[in-house]
Structures are given as structure tokens and as C-alpha cells.
């Protein structure tokens, strides 16, 4: 857990960051002796921030680490209750698989499972989720809704809102969403959502959200297998992109559209995932356990199920599938 001094002098340093702040004026914001805050300064550095001492002048924080530790998400985190409970590594065999621990363990709703490298990370219908060190963002959220287990779909595309949003914040490039978990930008994939719950057949007991998001990789550092089909924020925006400032956007966003859910509905949320949707409308294949339907992806249900309607107008529901876009076929009128 990240001291009350340490979080009280991080926003000191933030709020002064072209000038010095004296021992003596973070000593008594911080309610410390001088002596602790040069401790807490050496363990912030050795948390990767890079902070400035000069005699007589103080200390000044000339920039921030690009970690995803509790205090890199912490400082900035605009939320009541999402990402307050950070559990950060290193590395890590896979985010979704501690999250689901912790559940079992009590842990409290908004715990925030990130880390830098996840051996093996996984995806949807248990394919392997390529997660290196350093780049991307590798996390797990855990969340307590109140709701029976058949609504846990829907929080796949709530969290797909939330992540698009925040990445036009803090880039301003616009992702679009292709049924049900695939963000893309350009066609190719920058994010993928893996919902997983614990429950009973009545009810939800805990629902782990793991969000996958490609930030600052370079094309070459991309296996082969990935390169034509995935891209990274820094590819796209030809910078470099805080990833803390992301997390922290995705955690601000998903709070609020998780309320709105729990109080409005689905619906408001429907519309906006609509609206960023790249498949409805479009003529699509859809490869199902069952087999492959082609036909025109007509909408999403209230619980978030796509409904595909073939040439003979009959409407199939399709509750998991990877979905191909016909980019030369008929579109719906
Ligand atoms: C998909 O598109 O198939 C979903 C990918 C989900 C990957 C994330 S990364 C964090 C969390 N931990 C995992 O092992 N998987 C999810």
C-alpha cells in the first residue's frame, strides 16, 4: 500500500514541476521530518521517478517513470473505487489468473491486477495473448456486480466503450470496436477484453475484466505471426504514449459507464457501443463452434448478443465467434 507521505509528496512535486519544492515546505505538507522525505524521495527514485536535489533549492521532479506501479496509478486517478487497490509485478504468468485468486480471496471490487510482462497471458478461447515487458498494458479488474451470471457479456462491451475513450483522451486516435472484444485501428488489432466470472447459477460473485492493450511497441518488436495483424498506440500516433495516464483514463471511464449501467441499464451503453462498432451493418462471416454463417451483422441485443441475418432474412444469434468483415460484399442499406 502506498504511504499517505509518499502520495502527498508526489502531488506536491507534480504541482511545482518547473520549480524546486524545499525538504521543509514537503516536510510539513506531508506532516513529516526532512529526514523521512529524503527517504521517500530515494524510494520514489527507486521506483523509477526521476526527481532533482539541489542544496539549499530543494527537490524537483523532472519526470515520471513509464511503470505501471501503484503509485505511477495512483497519482492522477480520477475514481472512487476502480484501481485503488493496485496489485503491480514485474512479471507475472498471467493478470487474469491472480485476479481470479484474489477474488477467492475477498478481495475488494476495483482491485486493479497489472503488470509489466505476463509469461502466459491468454486470450479468448484460450489462445495465447503476446504480452512483452514494458510496452503494453496487462491488466485485470475485479468487479462485484449484483447481477445474474447471464449479464456478464454486456460488461465486455462496457469495457470496450471505456477503453475507447480513454485512448481518444489521452492520444486522440479514434479505435473502432469489432464484435464482441477486438479494438482496432486501421484494421488491425490494438486491444482485446477477456471477461471471466465466478458465480453461481443465480448470481454473479465476481467478474474479472482482462484488458490486453498494445501501447508502445515498435513494428519489429511484433512476433511474425502478429506483425500484419496487430499495431500498438506508438505505431499509430508516432510517439511515445504514457501508459499510466491510459490506465488511469480506462479506470475514469469504466467507473462511470459501470454506474450508468447499474442504475440506467444497458441501453445507454448500447448506443455508444453502436456507435463506435465497425461490424454492424457490414456483411460478415462468423466462425462459431457450431460452423460458419455468413450473412449481415443487423445489431447486438440488450444482452449484447450479435444477431447476423443470412440471405434468406433469417436472423441467427451469435453468442461467441470470430468474426471476419466481407469488405467487398453487399453492405446493408
Ligand atoms: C482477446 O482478445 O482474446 C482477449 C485478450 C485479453 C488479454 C488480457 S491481458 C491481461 C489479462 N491477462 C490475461 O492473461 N489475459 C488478459
Not at 505501471?68 to 497519482?75: F, H
Not at 495473448?129 to 449479464?151: C, D
Not at 475513450?165 to 477477456?194: C, F, M, Y
Not at 451493418?281 to 460458419?292: H, S, W, Y
Request: proline share 3%.
Amino acid at each position: 500500500m502506498v504511504s499517505k507521505i509518499r502520495q502527498s509528496l508526489l502531488a506536491s512535486l507534480s504541482a511545482h514541476q518547473d520549480t524546486y519544492v524545499s525538504g521543509q515546505q514537503l516536510a510539513e505538507e506531508s506532516g513529516c521530518s526532512r529526514t523521512a522525505i529524503w527517504k521517500h524521495i530515494e524510494e520514489l527514485r527507486g521506483d523509477g521517478f526521476s526527481i532533482e536535489s539541489k542544496r539549499k533549492k530543494g527537490y524537483r521532479l523532472i519526470g515520471r517513470s513509464d511503470l505501471l506501479t501503484e503509485n505511477d496509478i495512483l497519482l492522477g486517478l480520477e475514481t472512487k473505487t476502480l484501481g485503488r487497490n493496485v496489485i503491480y509485478f514485474d512479471s507475472v504468468d498471467s493478470t487474469q489468473k491472480i485476479a481470479h485468486k484474489l477474488a477467492q480471496e475477498q478481495a475488494p471490487e476495483g482491485t486493479l491486477v497489472i503488470a509489466e510482462e505476463q509469461v502466459t497471458g491468454r486470450g479468448r478461447m484460450a489462445r495465447p495473448w503476446h504480452s512483452p515487458k514494458g510496452t503494453g498494458i496487462w491488466m485485470s479488474l475485479l468487479l462485484k456486480p449484483t447481477l445474474p451470471p447471464q449479464k456478464a457479456p454486456q460488461f465486455t462491451l462496457i469495457a470496450a466503450v471505456a477503453v475507447v475513450q480513454a485512448i481518444h483522451d489521452v492520444s486522440g486516435i479514434q479505435v473502432e470496436i469489432k464484435w464482441p472484444n477486438d479494438l482496432l485501428v486501421h484494421g488491425r488489432k490494438l486491444t482485446g477484453i477477456l471477461t471471466e466470472l465466478q458465480a453461481d447459477s443465480e448470481q454473479i460473485h465476481s467478474l474479472i475484466i482482462g484488458i490486453g492493450m498494445n501501447i508502445n511497441q515498435q513494428k519489429e518488436d511484433f512476433p511474425d505471426e502478429l506483425s500484419s495483424i496487430a499495431t500498438s498506440l506508438a505505431i499509430e500516433k508516432g510517439e511515445l504514449i504514457s501508459r499510466a495516464a491510459i490506465v488511469q483514463r480506462v479506470m475514469y471511464h469504466l467507473e462511470r459507464y459501470y454506474d450508468i449501467y447499474m442504475n440506467k441499464g444497458f441501453a445507454p451503453i448500447k448506443l455508444l457501443w453502436e456507435s463506435y462498432a465497425i461490424s454492424i451493418g457490414k456483411n460478415i462471416t462468423a466462425r462459431t463452434l457450431n460452423g460458419t454463417l455468413t450473412g449481415v451483422a443487423s445489431g447486438i441485443t440488450d444482452d449484447g448478443v450479435l444477431l447476423l441475418e443470412d440471405s434468406e432474412g433469417t436472423i441467427h444469434p451469435i453468442y461467441s465467434a470470430d468474426i471476419e468483415l466481407n469488405l467487398n460484399d453487399r453492405e446493408k442499406k
